[in-house]
Nanobody, 122 residues
Framework: QVQLVESGGGLVQAGGSLRLSCAASGRTSRSYAWAWFRQAPGKEREFVAALSWSGDSTKYTDSVKGRFTISRDNAKNTVYLQMNSLKPEDTAVYYC???????????????WGQGTQVTVSS
């Protein structure tokens, strides 16, 4: 089992930047694939970015390519989502997810955080 806690959300103007953090605790010695999802009001949860178990492969949804970067710090058991050039349509609750066997854009991750709110004003 691994527990995930997101932080770093907040209110930012369009064009600004935020860095979300996902701190993992529990069985962090195992290799997980990581992902970020987001859910805007009235919409389904959608995939944003993923990082493979080894950290040498990433995936991004088209709308964030070139603006968002997923990364991890193994020493801190923390995964990050650097978000630049933010747009009002990026407003959502952002969730961190992890899984031992799945790496992709689906909802198949076993472990989820509670979410952190990101609001981008125009």
């Amino acid at each position: 089992q691994v527990q995930l806690v997101e932080s770093g959300g907040g209110l930012v103007q369009a064009g600004g930047s935020l860095r979300l953090s996902c701190a993992a605790s529990g069985r962090t010695s195992r290799s997980y694939a990581w992902a970020w999802f987001r859910q805007a009001p009235g919409k389904e949860r959608e995939f944003v970015a993923a990082l493979s178990w080894s950290g040498d492969s990433t995936k991004y949804t088209d709308s964030v390519k070139g603006r968002f970067t997923i990364s991890r710090d193994n020493a801190k058991n923390t995964v990050y989502l650097q978000m630049n050039s933010l747009k009002p349509e990026d407003t959502a609750v952002y969730y961190c997810a992890a899984d031992l066997t799945y790496y992709g854009s689906g909802w198949h991750y076993d472990y989820w955080g509670q979410g952190t709110q990101v609001t981008v004003s125009s």
